[in-house]
């Protein structure tokens, strides 16, 4: 005989670009136990890539963070559900919405939020899959090396800069950790083209160092993370011309960012960084 099922409620979270036109991408779920809210649990998805196919300009970093706020508000209790509900509406009513609570019956919590989430968020298999590029494949570089290492959890992510550096200032630095003494930071920059944001770190760099020093009493390693020179487009010889061009533009970004003594690796040096952070976080 067949152990009973166990009766459950989930919602989803759905990403919404556009809310004239009514669009949206499911990209997480909510699911408890009925009658349990303590057992309420929550999962984003892994791949990004229906919700860059829906919003090329999307933040995913932002829904990253969004996914650990969650976590973070429902391991405070129980009564913690409809505060978070709130929050999503208040704070990204025309972004994110969170559908009604649906009835299920589940063998374990655990294979229903994975079946759930196969179901309704992640992209089928089989299908071509669309190649990242530019500051996002960056991130998920990032994020997978530090994940790898067993300390994403443990990062800081999405670090406002206003807190050292003035209110309104709009930058926010992809993740960081402190071991002691020291904040590590690191930051996401494309050099394929645009080198907007390698200015835009640069010319932050002075600021966010002093504000450290004054709020936290520590120093500032501000790292940024880019390609290698090799892997941008017009790299591989076939147009001298534009090589030439996007090499000194790739020179002119890392220089830029070095001469603020920002220190710049690329995505080959990720191992390395995060098993530094690994032993400094006694993971």
């Known amino acids: 005989m067949s152990a009973a099922r166990i009766p459950c409620e989930f919602s989803l979270i759905r990403y919404v670009p556009d809310p004239v036109k009514g669009e949206c991408v499911n990209i997480g779920v909510l699911l408890r136990e009925a009658g349990r809210p303590e057992t309420v649990q929550v999962r984003f998805t892994r791949d990004w890539s229906r919700v860059r196919c829906a919003d090329p300009e999307a933040d995913v970093a932002l829904l990253e963070a969004v996914e650990q706020e969650l976590r973070t508000r429902l391991a405070a209790g129980p009564t913690e559900l409809a505060a978070v509900l709130r929050m999503l509406d208040e704070n990204f009513s025309n972004l994110l919405q969170v559908s009604e609570m649906k009835a299920c019956l589940a063998e374990s919590v655990v294979a229903e939020m994975d079946g759930l989430s196969q179901m309704y968020v992640e992209p089928r298999k089989g299908g071509r899959e669309r190649r990242q590029s530019g500051r996002q494949a960056l991130v998920q570089s990032m994020r997978r090396s530090f994940t790898a290492a067993g300390v994403w959890e443990l990062m800081r992510k999405r670090i406002a800069a206003s807190q050292y550096t003035r209110p309104g200032d709009p930058l ?81 970004g890392v220089e830029t960012m070095e001469r603020s003594l920002i220190r710049v690796l690329t995505v080959n040096d990720l191992e390395r960084v995060a098993e530094t952070a690994r032993r400094e976080l006694r993971v």
């Open 172 to 252: 926010r630095i992809d993740c960081g950790y402190r071991p002691n003494g020291v904040i590590r930071m690191f930051h996401a920059v494309s050099l394929d083209g645009d080198l907007e944001a390698a200015k835009v770190l640069a010319f932050s760099a002075p600021q966010l160092r002093e504000g450290v020093e004054r709020v936290e009493a520590a120093k500032l390693e501000l790292t940024a993370i880019v390609e290698p020179w090799k892997s941008l487009p017009g790299m591989d010889g076939e147009e001298a011309g534009a090589g030439t061009e996007r090499m000194e533009q790739y020179r002119f």
